[in-house]
DNA sequence: CAATGTGAACAGCTTCACAGCC
DNA sequence: GGCTGTGAAGCTGTTCACATTG
């Protein structure tokens, strides 16, 4: 196909994608059509045949997509082929929780450092990892961290976030209620429990 | 306006307005143009104005929108103006978590109960409530809840939405990593931490 | 023959431009 | 003058239809 802007949309059902295709994997399912693989997320086929082949022809025909290398191929492009380390800012309950949650591997996400600024916190472990203390967020740039997740409160988080962004973080994973101020070039995603609750009743 | 259907992605937007308008309330503007509502949100006016229009014309020109009463006319659109009773499926770290979270009562939502499978648990309590049986949520249609939360393992989530189904509940927030099946009058939104931070190193 | 890959049609959402009102 | 409300234009993303290939 010739070159057209990949909708961002496209990218936000890769994971899905990736994820779909490693069960299918553990199943031992070799090749998977795009109506099987549409029927397991409820989509459709040819959305399903359009966002792979923005990044190149992958399946076969007449036989589908080879479930194996097509997971690596989703993995280079999202370019979660190489381990990704986030940081953690928060080990309140929520923090904790996200420690714990055990999503985060499939996408070979690691947790590899803790923070939080409740002195009674310092020292303590969180799973394998030792909370340390919010102002070694710095150190992030030396360690090659450039994820963060931020479990923190609504008020703590814009300068939190800065302090972040000046330690060289490029991605951060904002749970907590609020929009933050940050350059262009860092990508924030931002996941509101609240809101997504507050749209239901007007469904029901 | 002559009517048209209303966007999905307009809804989605309601619950950020509303949030907004609750925070300049408290600041104690009592109008509000769409340019200082889109500063807020990072949005543009002509959005914000359309998003709004689509219910009616709430504001004055030349001055901008009455900031209590376009509040209070949201929640009557999403059904937030009545206090919404939510059950809590799962006490672990995540559901202690979301027990805990502050953002849910500017929406109106009260965690009315919450349930877990774990017998150990079963009588203890999760802030003023106290955790029930799983088998309890049968009950969930006499105490007129309609909405749940979903914080157990992936495993459990389907089995436990049809249980739900089941017991009246018309509105699921699903935390597990999975697809739900479910009758169409019931609204399913999921909330997938992992995949969401899946797409960030795509962008870095 | 089954299923991909893709230009083209279509649908939905956003943005513009401006009329209308305070 | 400032700001809303809105039809129309523009854009983005989805779905279709079918040529193409193993």
New binding site residues.
Partial sequence: ??Y???????IR?MPMYLRALSLVEQEGQQT??????AERLH????????????F??????????PVVSTAQQIRTILRLDVPQKAALIGAGQLGTAIAAYPGFSVFGFDIAAVFDNDPAKIGKHIGRRVIEHIDAVDSLEDRAIRLAILAIPSEAAQACADRLVRAGVKGILNLAPCYLVVPKRVKVVSIDMAMALGVLPYYM
Avoid: V
């Fill in positions: 196909m010739k057209r802007k990949i909708p961002d949309e496209t059902r998977i059509s795009s109506r099987q693989l989509l459709k086929p040819p959305q399903i045949r359009k966002d792979l082949s923005y190149g022809a992958f399946g076969t025909r007449g036989i589908g997509y």
